[in-house]
């Protein structure tokens, strides 16, 4: 995985500079120069969506959201074949080369990658056998497969490990965290050699190394203006969430763009992108946007230890005519609005661009743009309060000035960690900037601005998870303690089929043609209905497939079919011809919903069986979970 | 718990330096000197053992082997009572006053100490009825307490969190993860905010701050000397713990050493103190042992940022009389063996100093001193390092001298996460050090050394609870296959006592006094034996009292038994006077002891019933479970 970010990395940075190159030497026409910058993405997430989408239909967006499902237990078909790996590559490389345009990330489909290669893994090892086994094996392989994924596209181990447990699991075992642990830093520790080998450092150091000054990092009062960074990040993150999850539902109802997005996925990324890039169009607004930098540039700008009111009193009024690799911030300034101006046209247009090219059907992460819009919030603020306090807040000793750079490392923090729904976010830009003397005041306004988020809106990939339908257990908040009090039997399923050990081929064919469960609750006799084990459905229509081939009788319906001794027909009873399998797990009708929650949160149940002195009285699935879950927080509609 | 960590550094350093005045002030006269030098930790660790063995036997030690007992459910009564709470305070302020003499820290007794506010904030919160619901609200409480314990001592909130997950859990919900973070955050910034109304520091900064050139942290090369260091780390890891074992194990044994520590806790301390103080005496051995420097100082010189064998160029033959603030190294510094041999002695007097420290019966917490002496580890490996290549490793480009304080840093990092079994000290060391720029190599110290030590040794707090013989469940490694192939009706005990729901009050006293399970199975009658539930012995015991009280027959022995119906003496079946819970796990006779393992650890079951067609055929506790893990490891031994 290191090899792929880093050659991904390379390929990437060598086609932006390409387009940049172009959109220089095309001369001094204007609508050279608009073609030259517009035509290039364009092309690249046309290219991106049709060849991602003719190879699978699995190799869009981010990933993350199918995986947290498939780690519940769910068993998504195909999604983690290791045929879509080429392509997801390809087409991520392409979505990445449109750069700060079309302002998309690579860290989910990289999660999804590392996740496919864990998978593929998994399955060449010589594997004890066992259903139960494969699947704790597999959810261990992908669980470190998810931690490799983020470590590399970031260099950064620990907290790649820790995103991962945050963003895709409920629940995890220590000793998972050790082998998530390994592989990171393996991946991470690669990622930047290659990087050294390449000869673009001298050593192994921090990707977006910043130099903060840390003897003096922030005054004590500062707190406070880095908690209402978090509030800002956490009410800005809530409006994000919503707009988001409001748009993916919209363009899938709007019956013209789901008409596109149906058949024409290719044509809806060019008109996106199209309008993207116009808008980006440095003689445009885009000069209002830094959008000549890359994605990197961007944030590497963002996080400078300079103060750029400072800086900007020495500024020329002429732009230079290329960006300046180590005046980056020039790019923010412009003489009519100053920086604080372009940091505002910033953050309102790339909103609504976010939102929109989140609908893109091309392999795409979510959360780098996320994390360079928190670092545009949070360097707003502190600019803001450098200009307000230029020799720091207290006025005794000497003057320790406010760093914007680490306001802009804490909002970057916050906003992405309250899209996500993760703390993690904290450590990891410690991790990617190589400094950590900020810890406590970026916790608080990461801690701030979660809290705000995690009150009202789902995070982004549950909130990907919902629109896209994907089966989903609701969390039980801390303030509906009913759920202590409703018990199994007030939401089970009692409208359930089961099997009698001698059910016949008869019956089994009658059950599996006019129901769909999964599993059926197999019982002693139809009387007592005794729990004996549970039957996968894939086994029962096994039974009457290999039954079928061998009662040739059937072929002829002609015949008369009294001269056909039943058991003939019927073969064997289920009893002999199929595997019962064992039930460990059954609730009773007075487990209450916070238990039953929690036991198929951490067991990753699909379904369970209530019994009742032995006898099968229901049947609890996710889904009568979540009704109950949902009946809770709005008690009106149910019951 | 940040005021009372404050408080008590602050009181510590008080009196340490009370201690140094008083060597100082007390003249030439060697028995002067000697008897001012070890009457105090002499005097203060016997009134540490007898102050807090006094009010309570639960104060002594460090608490965490305990803790992790009460995550698995298991009820250890009174250890978390808030009665505690004052005698573990006086008793470690005590401890810690001793400084490097007795050589023992302050982690594990402030999560001990956290665990019981928490314990007692859990239990004055109203909260909603049950059992279950309370068990849940309580490990939530215990986790954040024990996230809170460790980041107040070191200021250090996510290794707080993460540290504590790792050694007190062995699964975990990421919903509780963010309540740790939460309380351990405020905890850690309250800690550092008191540091700067007392006027220690300036602002909020870093505990053990250390400033190493982070422009080139470390060249390629090195990464196999830290690899190295992370060889010899978990090389003496596991020697550290099989002694530290095998020592508590015998002055349990040891005729003499049992007696003292049975009657006589304080004369043991007494002794152990003297025996130690008199070899870390200044004049004696403990000038090649750097003996007057507090344990914060140890860390301090060995982080310093300086490499020894430059300073030690200009050093003048004259120890300086008083310690010096700023050049702490100096105290390292001996003309007759240098600082190689002062580190050497160090390393090989503390390792078995601190074996017979951790015996001593009075609070104190085992953490720290194994984290100092991993930084002396480091910084002898790193020292050695900058002498033989004193320019920096590679030729080409300007000179880039190794710094030594990265490995004390990572040595620190890897002996006390191989000697706890954890990873996050990697993080801790980088949060106590305000600097980050070395974690790819001090992560990868880290895993191996705990590669090694996890392969040969159980951790430390796990050794601990093997030698005290707490309810303990040992993990199933990975190469033990067969643990999925072992099903549970081979190690399940079918030797055990159900109760009918018709059971009158005969039986019941017959099956409470024969017996001592803790937890019945009661089924509908001795026939069918379908399992309905179960009953708590407490239950059956409250259900004898109250019936003793109304049948005063009973108390008339010499009455005539004949005129007293049974039905009067007997009074209600089980069934009318007891509540029986629900069961809601049943192992089946199938079920493989890996699944019946991950169960138990998951839920923290302490035992379940095995039935078959709902009928009771045995029951699995861990007991049962342990022997089984056992044979797995030991095939020979068992079946």
Same mark, same amino acid.
């Given at each position: 995985?290191?090899?792929?970010?880093?050659?991904?990395?390379?390929?990437?940075?060598?086609?932006?500079? &390409?387009?940049?190159?172009? *959109?220089?030497?095309?001369?001094?026409?204007?609508?050279?120069?608009?073609?030259?910058?517009?035509?290039?993405?364009?092309?690249?997430?046309?290219?991106?969506?049709?060849?991602?989408?003719?190879?699978?239909?699995?190799?869009?967006?981010?990933?993350?959201?199918?995986?947290?499902?498939?780690?519940?237990?769910?068993?998504?078909?195909?999604?983690?074949?290791?045929?879509?790996?080429?392509?997801?590559? #390809?087409?991520?490389?392409?979505?990445?080369?449109?750069?700060?345009?079309?302002?998309?990330?690579? #860290?989910?489909?990289?999660?999804?990658?590392?996740?496919?290669?864990?998978?593929?893994?998994?399955?060449?090892?010589?594997?004890?056998?066992?259903?139960?086994?494969?699947?704790?094996?597999?959810?261990?392989?992908?669980?470190?497969?998810?931690?490799?994924?983020?470590?590399?596209?970031?260099?950064?181990?620990?907290?790649?490990?820790?995103?991962?447990?945050?963003?895709?699991?409920?629940?995890?075992?220590?000793?998972?965290?050790?082998?998530?642990?390994? @592989?990171?830093?393996?991946?991470?520790?690669?990622?930047?050699?290659?990087?050294?080998?390449?000869?673009?450092?001298?050593?192994?150091?921090?990707?977006?190394?910043?130099?903060?000054?840390?003897?003096?990092?922030?005054?004590?009062?500062?707190?406070?203006?880095?908690?209402?960074?978090?509030?800002?990040?956490?009410?800005?993150?809530?409006?994000?969430?919503?707009?988001?999850?409001?748009?993916?539902? *919209?363009?899938?109802?709007?019956?013209?763009?789901?008409?596109?997005?149906?058949?024409?996925?290719?044509?809806?990324?060019?008109?996106?992108?199209?309008?993207?890039?116009?808008?980006?169009?440095?003689?445009?607004?885009?000069?209002?946007?830094?959008?000549?930098?890359? !994605?990197?540039?961007?944030?590497?700008?963002?996080?400078?230890?300079?103060?750029?009111?400072?800086?900007?009193?020495?500024?020329?009024?002429?732009?230079?005519?290329?960006?300046? $690799?180590?005046?980056?911030? /020039?790019?923010?300034?412009? $003489?009519?609005?100053?920086?604080?101006?372009?940091?505002?046209?910033?953050?309102?247009?790339?909103?609504?661009?976010?939102?929109?090219?989140?609908?893109?059907? !091309?392999?795409?992460? *979510?959360?780098?743009? #996320?994390?360079?819009?928190?670092?545009?919030?949070?360097?707003?603020?502190? %600019?803001?309060?450098?200009?307000?306090?230029?020799?720091?807040?207290?006025? /005794?000793?000497?003057?320790?000035?406010?760093?914007?750079?680490? *306001?802009?490392?804490?909002?970057?923090?916050?906003?992405?960690?309250?899209?996500?729904?993760?703390?993690?976010?904290?450590?990891?830009?410690?991790?990617?900037?190589?400094?950590?003397?900020?810890?406590?005041? #970026?916790?608080?306004?990461?801690?701030?601005?979660?809290?705000?988020?995690?009150?009202?809106?789902?995070?982004?990939?549950?909130?990907?998870?919902?629109?896209?339908?994907?089966?989903?257990?609701?969390?039980?908040?801390?303030?509906?303690?009913?759920?202590?009090?409703?018990?199994?039997? /007030?939401?089970?399923?009692?409208?359930?089929?089961?099997?009698?050990?001698?059910?016949?081929?008869?019956?089994?064919?009658?059950?599996?043609?006019?129901?769909?469960?999964? %599993?059926?609750?197999?019982?002693?006799?139809?009387?007592?209905?005794?729990?004996?084990?549970?039957?996968?459905? @894939?086994?029962?229509?096994?039974?009457?497939?290999?039954?079928?081939?061998?009662?040739?009788?059937?072929?002829?319906?002609?015949?008369? +079919?009294?001269?056909?001794?039943?058991?003939?027909?019927?073969?064997?009873?289920?009893?002999?011809?199929?595997?019962?399998? $064992?039930?460990?797990?059954?609730?009773?009708?007075?487990?209450?919903?916070?238990?039953?929650?929690?036991?198929? /949160?951490?067991?990753?149940?699909?379904?369970?069986?209530?019994?009742?002195?032995?006898?099968? +009285?229901?049947?609890?699935?996710?889904? %009568?979970?979540?009704?109950?879950?949902?009946?809770?927080?709005?008690?009106? &509609?149910?019951?």
């Amino acid at each position: 995985m290191a090899l792929v970010s880093f050659a991904m990395d390379f390929t990437v940075s060598r086609v932006a500079s &390409a387009h940049l190159w172009l *959109y220089q030497e095309v001369g001094d026409y204007p609508v050279l120069k608009f073609l030259s910058w517009t035509m290039y993405p364009v092309a690249l997430s046309a290219f991106s969506t049709g060849f991602a989408q003719s190879i699978t239909q699995h190799a869009g967006g981010s990933g993350i959201p199918e995986l947290k499902t498939i780690l519940t237990g769910v068993i998504l078909e195909e999604y983690l074949a290791i045929e879509n790996f080429g392509a997801k590559v #390809v087409g991520l490389t392409c979505t990445l080369a449109c750069g700060s345009t079309i302002f998309l990330g690579k #860290v989910g489909p990289f999660v999804h990658l590392s996740s496919m290669i864990a998978a593929y893994l998994g399955k060449i090892r010589t594997s004890v056998s066992g259903e139960y086994e494969n699947k704790i094996k597999q959810n261990e392989m992908l669980v470190a497969g998810a931690a490799v994924g983020v470590a590399t596209v970031f260099g950064a181990p620990i907290s790649g490990v820790l995103f991962s447990i945050e963003v895709v699991s409920s629940h995890f075992a220590v000793r998972d965290y050790w082998r998530g642990f390994f @592989s990171a830093t393996c991946g991470a520790f690669m990622f930047r050699l290659l990087a050294v080998f390449n000869s673009e450092q001298e050593t192994i150091i921090a990707l977006f190394k910043t130099s903060f000054k840390i003897d003096f990092p922030f005054d004590l009062p500062e707190t406070i203006f880095f908690t209402f960074l978090g509030v800002i990040c956490g009410v800005l993150s809530c409006a994000y969430l919503f707009c988001q999850r409001w748009f993916l539902g *919209y363009v899938r109802r709007n019956p013209f763009t789901a008409r596109l997005l149906a058949t024409e996925k290719p044509l809806y990324s060019v008109l996106v992108a199209f309008l993207l890039s116009s808008i980006t169009f440095p003689h445009s607004l885009g000069r209002f946007m830094a959008s000549r930098l890359s !994605m990197k540039e961007l944030l590497t700008s963002l996080l400078d230890n300079r103060t750029w009111s400072v800086l900007s009193q020495n500024v020329s009024l002429d732009r230079p005519p290329q960006v300046d $690799p180590l005046n980056l911030w /020039e790019e923010w300034w412009h $003489p009519d609005i100053t920086f604080f101006g372009t940091l505002s046209v910033f953050l309102v247009m790339k909103f609504w661009m976010l939102v929109l090219a989140t609908t893109m059907p !091309m392999p795409a992460g *979510y959360f780098m743009p #996320v994390f360079v819009y928190g670092a545009a919030i949070g360097r707003l603020v502190g %600019e803001a309060a450098a200009f307000l306090f230029p020799m720091g807040i207290t006025g /005794e000793g000497p003057p320790s000035p406010i760093i914007p750079g680490a *306001y802009a490392l804490a909002g970057a923090a916050a906003f992405s960690g309250s899209v996500t729904h993760t703390l993690s976010t904290a450590l990891l830009a410690f991790e990617m900037t190589g400094q950590i003397a900020h810890i406590l005041p #970026v916790l608080l306004a990461v801690l701030v601005a979660n809290a705000i988020a995690q009150k009202f809106q789902p995070s982004f990939y549950d909130g990907t998870i919902i629109v896209k339908k994907l089966p989903y257990l609701p969390r039980i908040r801390s303030r509906h303690i009913e759920s202590y009090m409703v018990t199994t039997q /007030e939401f089970m399923n009692t409208d359930f089929v089961i099997l009698s050990q001698e059910a016949t081929f008869h019956d089994i064919l009658q059950v599996v043609t006019t129901t769909d469960a999964q %599993e059926y609750p197999v019982v002693d006799n139809a009387e007592s209905q005794m729990l004996l084990g549970a039957i996968q459905r @894939s086994s029962l229509i096994q039974f009457l497939q290999s039954h079928e081939d061998s009662s040739l009788p059937q072929e002829e319906p002609g015949k008369e +079919v009294g001269l056909i001794p039943d058991r003939l027909l019927s073969g064997q009873t289920l009893k002999e011809g199929c595997t019962i399998s $064992p039930v460990s797990l059954q609730l009773s009708p007075w487990t209450s919903l916070h238990q039953a929650h929690n036991l198929f /949160e951490m067991l990753n149940l699909q379904r369970a069986f209530v019994t009742q002195l032995g006898k099968v +009285v229901g049947i609890v699935t996710r889904k %009568e979970l979540r009704k109950a879950i949902e009946e809770l927080a709005n008690p009106k &509609a149910g019951r």
